[in-house]
DNA sequence: CAAAACGGAATGAACATTCATTCCGAAACA
DNA sequence: TGTTTCGGAATGAATGTTCATTCCGTTTTG
């Protein structure tokens, strides 16, 4: 029950997160919108800065697990570890849409601690080397793979926020276009 | 000389909010890294949020001229639009990088005043003309021109970290590369 | 020397955090 | 079973700090 709690807290915090930035959010705004005391707060993270890094860490955690969750790490089928990727990516959202564009958003923080740091690296290095092993196999463009990897995130996000405002109906079409869009865009011709 | 004291304020204010965010940023902050007192800020600025807004729409304005000018309107060729696009992108990074990554950071402020929105909406419709004209043209893909700008969005934002990084050299080459990741993205094959 | 510009200490508001107190369900008791 | 005691969870007013903004004595400008 008390667990119920925490989460109550990590909830609002997260969506007041993704709507204003942590440091454009306060304290007493996280406690009002959980419906707790703001000394509550305080008897399930040491202070705030403890609160986003919690929630960054289980965010990247959870999104990194739905990556591997399934990979076909030992194929030889670039497209198919893409297709993997980007499944995997969709499932995330609609498990925790706030999370990914939490994680999106909050990525360079300045209060983010050396685990959070730690963790975030791990999802990096997944992807880098699906990136590094297609360049490898002259199946992805030798471009930076910050870059690339920018390229399919972005997209990922936008359509996200492009769903979410309700400005285009997500359809098994959409889905498989902008997958298709952002394999064009990675992969040698 | 007030002009040059105004733009090193302005100059000071970027490179933090880049950084830290507008509200990770603190007046005292920019004071400092101007070298001017804190009080001297408000003799320019009304406040803060008249900053930060002042920035954005400098910023916006700026880019937007960069990306209209010597635009191939008229043209009936896409590709060509699309490569004016990708090297006044270039262009623009190369005079003012920190103004882009500002505005890519900023961009859903809620500081951020009427003026900001409308000017910003200036550039997002120069952007989404582009890509509808190629849509109805059966050029570009019929794909959420939000995410669409995105995907090249974050390419080129992406890129430029990594060259400001020094991760990686810019060769004429590479922005090639990037132009034509990005191009294969969003067009139809 | 008058006027404008400047700096930075002063101010009050808003913030993160603390802590004395309340609340509530469970256990002990009768 | 009805009553009392207990302990930890929860609270929100109080605290000290930090911030945006103001104010005024000093410096620069013309």
Known sequence: MSETKREIILEAALVLFVERGFDGTTVPMISEKAGVGAGTIY???????ALVNTLFQESVGEFLETLQDG??????????????????????????LNALLFLDSHTNGHYLD????????????????????????????????????????????????????????????????????????????
């Open 71 to 96: 990979y076909p790490r030992t194929s030889e089928d670039l497209r198919e570890q893409f297709r993997h990727i980007a499944k995997q990516t969709i499932r995330y959202s609609k498990k925790n």
């Open 114 to 189: 050396e685990a959070s740091r730690a963790a975030y690296m791990k999802l990096r290095t997944f992807l880098f080397e699906f990136i590094e092993q297609g360049q490898k196999k002259k199946v992805i463009r030798p471009l930076p793979a910050d870059a690339l990897i920018a390229i399919v995130d972005g997209a990922y996000i936008a359509l996200n926020k492009c769903i979410m405002a309700g400005e285009i109906e997500e359809t098994p079409e959409l889905l498989a276009g902008v997958e298709e869009a952002c394999w064009d865009a990675i992969r040698i011709h």
């Open 43 to 49: 008897r399930y993270f040491e202070n705030k800065e």
